[in-house]
């Protein structure tokens, strides 16, 4: 299998039909070895029931029905663990994304990219509530990952399955993809794309999920940065907050043995009488020594993951075996 599409969708019935009947005409002209993966994120509106319907049409079809709505992470990783082409593209059900972009999205990926992302540079929707939010996330995100996309938000892209085979998603972390394909070695590039105004029904994932959003940028950029060293972060907010503790308890004693040597009341005199001072000194401490060992358990459980899922803490792009040589006749 060359090329496989996965594409979430929930209640996106009216949508199906004309989806399907794009795609072929995109894809028929490639004459590539094709599949497309429809995952059903629990919808209630017949979707589950049309897409059974164009199974008899278009047999490329590969259908997955989920119990209950889970999400569009949920059903994009389920699209991207049973895909079994060498690219993965995905994209909406919705018909904003435009199928006739998939050629040009495979025509740049060349050997040294991994992932094209899409750039909806003329996005059809609203800008109060749909554009601007998009903008600062993207902003935000391309600072924090160090991945400078313009829309991380855009469904279509375009993976190696080498590349994104081993990521697990969670949450709202599909949208992070080019992100973490980057963190392990992965070349990521941007191409704009066509977007078109939604003709059925409304938004399904609306900025509602914009603090899981956040919470989950703040996981990736802990994964990239410390998922195989923990202490390195834990350990040096210990140590910040052990020092600060130290010094203030530091400053409390030297202050009271030189009143208690000289009898005399000075400036900063008020530190030695008021107790709050030296309890802060205590819990800067306190907490110093937390983080450590919050370090050192974060540690032992990086180390458990990996080990026990026979996890690598590196990528290999390409290996290539050494020849065995023959023995010289004599």
């Not at 072929?24 to 994120?41: F, Y």
């Not at 050192?296 to 996890?311: F, N, V």
């Amino acid at each position: 299998m060359q090329l496989s599409v996965v594409i979430p969708v929930y209640n996106e019935v009216e949508s199906l039909t004309p989806l399907c009947e794009q795609l072929e005409q995109a894809l028929a002209p490639l004459n590539l070895s094709h599949e497309i993966l429809l995952v059903d994120d629990g919808s209630q509106d017949g979707s589950w029931e049309k897409m059974q319907e164009l199974k008899e049409e278009y047999p490329v079809l590969h259908l997955i029905r989920f119990r209950r709505n889970f999400g569009q992470t949920a059903a994009m990783a389920a699209g991207i663990e049973h895909a079994r082409g060498d690219v993965i593209v995905t994209m909406d059900a919705d018909l904003q994304n435009d199928p006739t972009d998939i050629p040009r999205l495979l025509e740049a990926m060349t050997d040294e990219v991994d992932v094209v992302s899409g750039w909806r540079r003329d996005r059809q929707d609203r800008y109060l509530d749909r554009k601007l939010p998009s903008m600062m996330a993207n902003g935000l995100i391309s600072k924090i990952t160090g991945v400078h996309l313009h829309d991380y938000g855009c469904t279509l892209k375009a993976y190696r399955h080498d590349v994104i085979k081993d990521v697990r998603l969670y949450g709202e972390m599909h949208r992070f993809i080019p992100a973490l394909a980057f963190w392990v070695g992965g070349k990521v590039i941007e191409l704009p794309v066509n977007h078109h105004a939604r003709k059925f029904g409304e938004s399904k994932y609306g900025i509602n999920r914009t603090t899981r959003v956040v919470l989950d940028l703040i996981t990736v950029s802990f994964l990239m940065r410390y998922s195989t060293g923990p202490m390195q972060i834990l350990g040096k907010i210990g140590a910040i907050l052990g020092f600060w503790g130290l010094v203030l308890l530091g400053m409390i004693a030297g202050l009271n043995l030189v009143s208690n040597l000289t009898g005399a009341e000075f400036w900063g005199y008020d530190l030695v009488k008021r107790p709050v001072w030296p309890i802060m000194g205590f819990m800067l401490l306190g907490f110093g020594i937390q983080f450590v060992g919050l370090g050192l358990l974060a540690e032992i459980l990086i180390r458990t993951y990996h080990e026990s899922q026979d996890k690598r803490t590196y990528a290999i792009r390409e290996e290539r075996e050494a020849e065995l040589g023959t023995p010289q006749e004599g």
